[in-house]
């Protein structure tokens, strides 16, 4: 469609061919079905009138890489897709070619101009980004990226939270944030954000087949973990729980958790030491027959397949009082898919889970839950319900859709 406007940018004439209007420059834009009711208005109100099946969104993450944000892109892309004209997805640089829908130009903690070049050429109707400060680590540059997208209508989601002062330098100059939680919302505007924050859960998948696999582990009590390999992952706790278990309880002597510790590139030297440490905790405990840990990066295909074996699944993470993130975990909802019983933890990540999983604060309470879940069927199960009723209210279908809500409240 070829949009004439004057130097008011007012709306003069609208066809399906090109044409030419004395005075007035005439520019190609998206179709709109009632296009005849935009003559005399803005571009603005012409932008405000288009149909979200209408839009094309440029989408800026970490697209295909062995990460917890690039997985939550792929599946709101994956969702969004079916809803809008067209996405295109402007990466992080990877070992990887360009794509029809992918464009792999900008690197972390460097200049993001070349990248916002790109994006203005490619004239999207809505941008999204995801966030993290250890992707966007450089306040000068991501500053930057908001002054050079903010006149095109945009929104962030921030999957961390922080109660840190530095952080509003980047946070307070955002128009527009997606949090996952009503607490990390409340977090912002406690440090005097004064933009708009939307909540929108974090999406929840699901599988064609949680049946159970044959228990290879041979052991009924199959515990599995996984997550890349830091500190806050609580994995020190579980550890502590499960060398409480053998100790006082002699149904548990062949008790079994399995930690996938995963690994990425920029944070190797934190997941050796992190490694170093929970092998010596093991020797103190005495349960090396009872813990694996296993350092690679495993494929969601394989990591259902743990979860598919295992008995349970636990997520013991911990919060540093001087460090407090509010955010929600993706890995907990690979194994929510697969409706099997699952224990948090009190961490601000599991705020959003509040009533539907158990979140116990320390070893004993988390030795607590285990016993408690395999010994009686009837919390076992009341659990499993509560996940699965979770995750019919938070498709990720249904999360697309709160996404392009949020277009539609950006442009009134």
């Known amino acids: 469609m070829f949009v004439a406007f004057n130097n008011k940018k007012i709306v003069t004439a609208i066809s399906n061919q090109p044409f030419s209007s004395k005075g007035n420059e005439v520019v190609e834009m998206e179709d709109y079905e009632e296009k005849e009711k935009l003559i005399g208005k803005t571009l603005e109100e012409f932008s405000k ?245 296993i350092k690679k990066f495993q494929t969601e295909e394989t990591i259902t397949n743990y979860l598919r074996t295992a008995k349970l699944a636990l997520f013991p993470y911990v919060s540093d009082p001087k460090n407090v993130v509010y955010g929600a975990s993706g890995a907990i909802r690979i194994a929510m898919a697969c409706q099997i019983p699952i224990i948090a933890s009190n961490s601000k990540m599991f705020d959003d889970l509040e009533g539907v999983v158990p979140r116990p604060s320390d070893y004993l309470e988390i030795a607590k839950e285990i016993d408690e879940i395999f010994s009686n069927d009837k919390y076992r199960n009341k659990i499993i319900e509560n996940v699965k009723n979770h995750i019919e209210n938070n498709s990720w279908d249904i999360i697309a859709d709160k996404y392009l809500t949020i277009y539609s409240e950006i442009r009134g």
């Open 49 to 293: 009138g288009k149909n979200t099946k209408d839009l094309k969104i440029a989408f800026i993450c970490n697209w295909d890489a062995p990460c917890g944000i690039s997985t939550y892109s792929k599946f709101l892309i994956d969702a969004i897709k079916p809803k809008v004209k067209q996405i295109h997805i402007f990466s992080e640089i990877q070992d990887k070619s360009d794509t029809q829908d992918v464009t792999y130009c900008w690197e972390r903690g460097k200049p993001l101009q070349p990248m916002i070049k790109k994006i203005k050429d490619w004239q999207p109707d809505f941008i999204i980004i995801q966030h993290e400060f250890g992707i966007f680590p450089k306040a000068t540059y991501f500053l930057q990226l908001l002054q050079g997208i903010n006149d095109i209508p945009y929104a962030i989601t921030m999957h961390s939270v922080y109660e840190h002062l530095d952080k509003t330098i980047c946070t307070a100059a955002i128009k527009n944030i997606i949090v996952h939680s009503q607490e990390a919302k409340d977090a912002l505007f406690k440090k005097g954000h004064n933009g708009n924050v939307f909540v929108i859960p974090h999406g929840c998948t699901k599988i064609t087949n949680n049946s159970e696999l044959w228990n290879i582990f041979q052991t009924p009590y199959c515990i599995v973990q996984f997550g890349f390999g830091f500190y806050y992952k609580g994995v020190d706790k579980a550890l502590d729980a499960i060398g409480y278990l053998k100790k006082t309880d002699p149904k548990f002597k062949d008790i079994f958790y399995c930690y996938l510790c995963s690994e990425n590139e920029h944070t190797n030297n934190i997941h050796a030491q992190y490694y170093n440490y929970l092998l010596d905790k093991i020797d103190h405990l005495d349960i090396k027959d009872n813990v694996a840990i």
